[in-house]
C-alpha cells in the first residue's frame, strides 16, 4: 500500500477493531442472546465510546481519502470501506 502514515494504519487497525466488535455485539443481540452478566456489562460500557469512535474515525478517513483522491492502495480507504459496513449495518439493524 502506498501512502500510507502511522496514523492511518492506526486508523486501519481502529475500524477492524470496531467491526469486530459490533459483529460480536450483533452476534449476541440476534443469535447467542446470552443472558450472561459481564457481557452485559461490556457491551454497556463499550458500545457508546466504540460509537463515537466509529463516527470520528469515519469523518478522519473521509478527510484522508480526500487527499489521496479515494485510491484503493491506502489505509484510509480500506478504513472507510469498513467503516460504512459497520454504519450500514447499524441503520439496518433498527428496521430489522
Known amino acids: 500500500m502506498k501512502n500510507n ?3 492511518e494504519k492506526y486508523m486501519f487497525l481502529w475500524s ?3 467491526l469486530v466488535y ?3 455485539l450483533f452476534l449476541n443481540s ?3 442472546k446470552s443472558d450472561f452478566v459481564l457481557i452485559w456489562v461490556f457491551q454497556e460500557l463499550l458500545t457508546l465510546p466504540f460509537l463515537g469512535l466509529v463516527i470520528f474515525l469515519y469523518v478522519i478517513s473521509i ?3 480526500l487527499k489521496y483522491k ?3 492502495k491506502t489505509y484510509a480507504f480500506w478504513s472507510m470501506i ?3 459496513i459497520i454504519l450500514i449495518s447499524m441503520i439496518l439493524s433498527f428496521y430489522f
Open 22 to 24: 459490533f459483529t460480536l
Open 82 to 84: 469498513i467503516l460504512n
Open 63 to 65: 478527510k484522508s481519502n
Open 70 to 72: 479515494f485510491s484503493p
Open 16 to 18: 477492524v477493531i470496531s
Open 5 to 7: 502514515t502511522k496514523n
Open 30 to 32: 440476534y443469535i447467542i
